[in-house]
T-cell receptor
């Protein structure tokens, strides 16, 4: 069945270091993969997405890498800041009954220490 | 600009009591609307989605129901709450999909409702 999972439930990093959050997926037919950031008590916020025909996409301080061979997705955050502390979810798009739905992974908590 | 509202922000209800959570969207027309539930320390699970007034699709069987009485209003309800209904309920909206099955439009999430069933 469809599933999106994560390798590390918690990641602790020092402020200023780079962070890498990993995700594995199982549905090879997904056309898009998306990263969301969720701060405590708030709804998820879109960070960046990548289409399945790409292997890398860069945003502001973030880079998403897609390796379709091993069905692996990663989010790299450069110069991690305290404000980056949150739970990060990967999600994949699955077509269902004429619309696209998001399938979320369990999430990785990123803790940034000064 | 578009905004999405949810209320209440927090709710504590006894087992067996009814539930009504409301979500409204401003600044857009005919959005797709979604209800998700997030258990503590877990990911988001899609409960319902709607592509128009009165059109509701359920993703998982449960004792919850959803309704869309107006274009930008989405309501999550239950006649009798269970302990397992506790969680963080999130409403989201997106522009209707266009461009075929391989396209998608970003979903924007509301602030959520924290429900505790005792």
């Amino acid at each position: 069945g469809e599933s999106v999972g994560l390798h590390l439930p918690t990641l602790s990093v020092q402020e200023g270091d780079n962070s890498i959050i990993n995700c594995a997926y199982s549905n090879s037919a997904s056309d898009y993969f998306i990263w969301y950031k969720q701060e405590s008590g708030k709804g998820p916020q879109f960070i960046i997405d990548i289409r399945s025909n790409m292997d890398k996409r860069q945003g502001q301080r973030v880079t998403v890498l897609l390796n379709k061979t091993v069905k692996h997705l990663s989010l790299q955050i450069a110069a991690t800041q305290p404000g980056d502390s949150a739970v990060y979810f990967c999600a994949e798009i699955a077509s269902s009954g004429g619309y696209n739905k998001l399938i979320f992974g369990a999430g990785t908590r990123l803790a940034v220490h000064p | 600009s578009q905004t999405i509202h949810q209320w209440p922000a927090t709710l504590v209800q006894p087992v067996g009591s009814p539930l009504s959570l409301e979500c409204t969207v401003e600044g857009t027309s005919n959005p797709n609307l979604y209800w998700y539930r997030q258990a503590a320390g877990r990911g988001l699970q899609l409960l319902f989605y709607s592509v128009g007034i009165g059109q509701i699709s359920s993703e998982v069987p449960q004792n919850l129901s959803a309704s869309r009485p107006q274009d930008r209003q989405f309501i999550l309800s239950s006649k009798k709450l269970l302990l397992s209904d506790s969680g963080f309920y999130l409403c989201a909206w997106s522009i209707p999909r266009s461009g075929g099955p391989s396209s998608y439009n970003e979903q924007f999430f509301g602030p959520g409702t924290r429900l505790t069933v005792l």
